[in-house]
């Protein structure tokens, strides 16, 4: 059988509450291929911009590698920039990670730690112009759901990274194990990552 690929969702003091849990919902559907790793700074309770708390279960600097690194976005973001610690283990776990992928405003830490420079990303746009302003190197997507370019997965905003985790899904497991994850818990994935009408919404594109 083959090894458990390690899912590493990073928690901050602020992230988005679907930012974390709607991805890991569907990583979660397949244990024997998936572990799921809850990472901070400390370990202990990170309050979400929303008021829940999620549980840390491994400090940062004590990360093994991993499979898969996901980061967030939320409100805590914008304070998370300027957290040099943080960045530097970003980018320390992205080096040895087959894919590094973010959510919403996610994006504006992996482009903050240069992880998207010379890359094609994307994140939310109602945030467009904050994280974009992380990243001069980085081929902004005003138009796109999701990205991916290499081993490197964002999407835009919030439920968008559903949508990327079922696309990361398929691509290492196959379109119809991530469609039965989709049926499996009553949600519309929108397989085309162009399809992204809340661009429009935000006057990105006409």
Sequence with gaps: MEAKRTVGMVLFDGFELLDVFGPLEFFGRYPEQFEILMLAEGMGAIRSAQGPAAMADI?????????????????????????????????RLAE?????????????????????????ATTNKL??????????????????????????????????????????????LGIETARE?????????????????FAHLAGLVD
């Design 127 to 172: 945030a467009y112009a904050w994280a974009t302003s992380q990243g001069p190197k980085v081929y902004w997507v005003p138009e796109a759901r999701w990205v991916e370019d290499g081993n490197v997965f964002t999407s835009a905003g919030v439920s968008a990274g559903m949508d990327m985790a079922l696309a990361l899904i398929a691509k290492i």
């Design 96 to 120: 040895n990670a087959q894919y590094v992928t973010s959510v919403c405003t996610g994006a504006g830490l992996l482009a903050k730690a240069g992880l998207l420079d010379g890359k094609r």
């Design 181 to 197: 994850a989709a049926v499996y818990t009553e949600y519309i994935w929108n397989e085309d990552p162009s399809s992204d009408p």
């Design 59 to 91: 400090d940062l600097a004590n990360c093994l590698p991993l499979d898969i690194l996901i980061v967030p976005g939320g409100r805590g973001t914008r304070r998370e920039v300027y957290n040099e610690s943080l960045i530097a283990e970003l980018r």
